[in-house]
Nanobody, 114 residues
Framework: QVQLVESGGGLVQPGGSLRLSCVAS????????MRWYRQRPGKERELVAQ????????TYGDSVKGRFTISRDNGKNTLYLQMNSLKPEDTAVYYC???????WGQGTQVTVSS
């Protein structure tokens, strides 16, 4: 049974940092490209970042490029998203997902506010 459990969200001031984690189980984590998505209030879910399974190659959405870093630890079946220089517009629920699998986790809320 595929499970994705996100954590690490919270309330942070503009300019601050957070590190999100996603623990995966029920599939061969190391074999899948993994993604972080977010859903901002009143908006559709959008792709934030992706990391491939083989080479660990990364890609980012334009709005987070240079501020966010996606990484993975295949030994721990865990995906990470380091978020720096956070802005109020980064406020969203953040989700992880494996490419080609339909399962979503419950998400973790990130709120950037002074």
């Amino acid at each position: 049974q595929v499970q994705l459990v996100e954590s690490g969200g919270g309330l942070v001031q503009p300019g601050g940092s957070l590190r999100l984690s996603c623990v995966a189980s029920g599939f061969i984590f190391s074999s899948y490209t993994m993604r972080w998505y977010r859903q901002r209030p009143g908006k559709e879910r959008e792709l934030v970042a992706q990391i491939t399974s083989a080479s660990g190659s990364t890609t980012y959405g334009d709005s987070v490029k240079g501020r966010f870093t996606i990484s993975r630890d295949n030994g721990k079946n865990t995906l990470y998203l380091q978020m720096n220089s956070l802005k109020p517009e980064d406020t969203a629920v953040y989700y992880c997902k494996a490419l080609l699998l339909s399962h979503w986790g419950q998400g973790t809320q990130v709120t950037v506010s002074s």
